[in-house]
């Protein structure tokens, strides 16, 4: 439900609320209950809402009714708490009362909406919006009414509208984080970066240190791949409000990009020190260590991810990555197993497993891996030729063809598999069917011609190779 009374604890402090509270508790177990006025009612109910006890919430209401039987704020109270435990028809029955007594009530046609929202009646959610639009006379009226009118069509998965809505929302309160937020999500599901740096900036001038505005147009900056706009912009940000972590860790991004990865690592260091240690950080930080060759820190930064996280299985798989760049096989077999007995069916995990056994020259267990890939994902082609490649360098050449002719039955436009067929057979001295396979991948399609070349360069002295190319015109093989 909408927030739209919480401002009335915010006057009480929490012992003078507590001690209100625990006043009607004995009140009620009193043979003489006290009278209380209507904002201790509303404070009492708002209590009991917040702490998620709808059954005293109710009661309370109930009571406050007692008492004040024509107040539409304690028929509004009821509804919501109602709605609150999904009891929409009894609050629509409630809200009718409270409508008759006051009909300018602007929540009542807001919870309306609420309930419809939650029921998927979302023309009459805003119908009902319609209805309130006329009477709201605050700021807070204004961006209540749009954001729920984004949650509606967001329910319906129209984002544009989404957008819209949000615009409006942050039109009536340019500082509405729950807009502003909201709306960044809206742009990235949109693509509409476009859209966002014409608002945002817009937004910018009218309101200078908006650092949330400043935010999302270095976002669509940042999309648009205007790098060094949006490093202004972050920066912007960061003047404005030093500890906004999310600024920092686009900054890092966009650093990032721009393939400056000492820098990066400086704006993402920067994040980590602002709030709670985060495993997503510390994993872009290894990242960019591991693009500048420093594998010893990026394991040191995947590792403090872990750290946080135990079950972090792409870490795990970066710390494989990490060593098998320093040829150290045996420690990569070692991190790579964590993150498949974290995630079995990841078959990139599987592949990579597999690879770095095939380098620790226990070909089987590579085998083994390459085959488990496939049974989870038989469609994928490059499983096959993983397979393939296992099996020829375990000079099992005969189950390394039979796995290139399935994987051709099954992706029977994939030449490069045909390709890669001729290299194996001239490598096992089959130079008759291996020509023949070439010659029918040409006739198929020559654009990956250049692959049996890359496989082995030494085809290129190849006299019935070449001359089988020039027979088809080929000489530019690259």
């Not at 654009?447 to 006299?463: A, G, H, Q, V, Y």
Request: net charge negative; proline share 3%.
């Amino acid at each position: 439900m909408e927030d739209w009374m919480d401002e009335e604890q915010e006057d009480m402090s929490l012992s003078d609320l507590m001690g209100l509270v625990q006043q009607f508790e004995q009140s009620q177990q009193s043979s003489k209950p006290l009278f209380f006025d209507e904002d201790s009612y509303e404070r009492i109910i708002l209590f009991y809402q917040e702490n998620r006890e709808f059954k005293r919430a109710l009661s309370v209401t109930e009571t406050a009714l007692e008492q004040y039987p024509y107040s539409p704020t304690f028929f509004i109270l009821k509804a919501e708490v109602l709605a609150e435990q999904n009891q929409f028809t009894e609050a629509l029955n409630v809200l009718e009362i409270a409508e008759t007594l006051d009909a300018n009530e602007i929540t009542i046609y807001l919870i309306r909406a609420d309930i419809y929202l939650w029921t998927s009646q979302h023309n009459k959610a805003l119908e009902q919006l319609n209805f309130a639009l006329p009477l709201a006379s605050e700021k807070d009226d204004y961006t209540d009414i749009y954001l729920l009118k984004a949650d509606i069509y967001e329910d319906l998965e129209q984002y544009l509208e989404v957008m819209d809505a949000l615009e409006e929302a942050i039109k009536a309160d340019p500082y509405s984080e729950e807009a502003l937020s909201r709306l960044g999500f809206a742009v990235e599901i949109t693509e509409a970066f476009e859209r966002s740096e014409s608002f945002h900036r817009d937004l910018t001038v009218s309101n200078p240190y908006n650092h949330f505005a400043w935010f999302n147009l270095g976002h669509a900056l940042y999309y648009l791949q205007r790098f060094d706009d949006a490093i202004e912009a972050f920066e912007f940000v960061v003047a404005i409000q030093e500890d906004f972590e999310p600024a920092h860790i686009f900054l890092g991004d966009v650093w990032f990009e721009k393939e400056a990865y000492g820098k990066a690592v400086e704006k993402y260091m920067d994040a980590s020190k602002i709030g709670k240690p985060r495993k997503e950080t510390y994993f872009k930080i290894a990242e960019c260590y591991e693009l500048l060759n420093d594998f010893k820190n990026s394991r040191y930064y995947l590792r403090k991810a872990t750290n946080i996280d135990a079950t972090y299985d792409d870490a795990f798989y970066k710390i494989g990555e990490t060593y098998l760049a320093e040829n150290n096989y045996t420690q990569a077999v070692q991190a790579y197993e964590r993150a498949v007995k974290i995630s079995p069916e990841n078959t990139s995990f599987l592949i990579a497993l597999g690879n770095a056994h095939m380098l620790n020259d226990d070909i089987d267990t590579a085998l083994s891996f390459f085959g488990k890939s496939i049974d989870l994902e038989p469609n994928v082609k490059s499983h096959y030729i993983n397979l393939a490649n296992g099996y020829f360098s375990a000079e099992d050449f005969q189950n390394s063809i039979d796995t290139l002719d399935l994987c051709y039955s099954l992706f029977p436009n994939a030449t490069d598999i045909l390709y890669i067929k001729t290299v194996f057979l001239f490598q096992i001295g089959q130079r008759k069917e291996a020509l023949a396979t070439l010659e029918k991948a040409i006739n198929i399609d020559a654009k990956d011609l250049s692959l049996i070349f890359d496989m082995n360069p030494m085809l290129t002295e190849d006299d019935a190779v070449m001359l089988l190319l020039e027979n088809y015109g080929l000489t530019d093989f690259n």
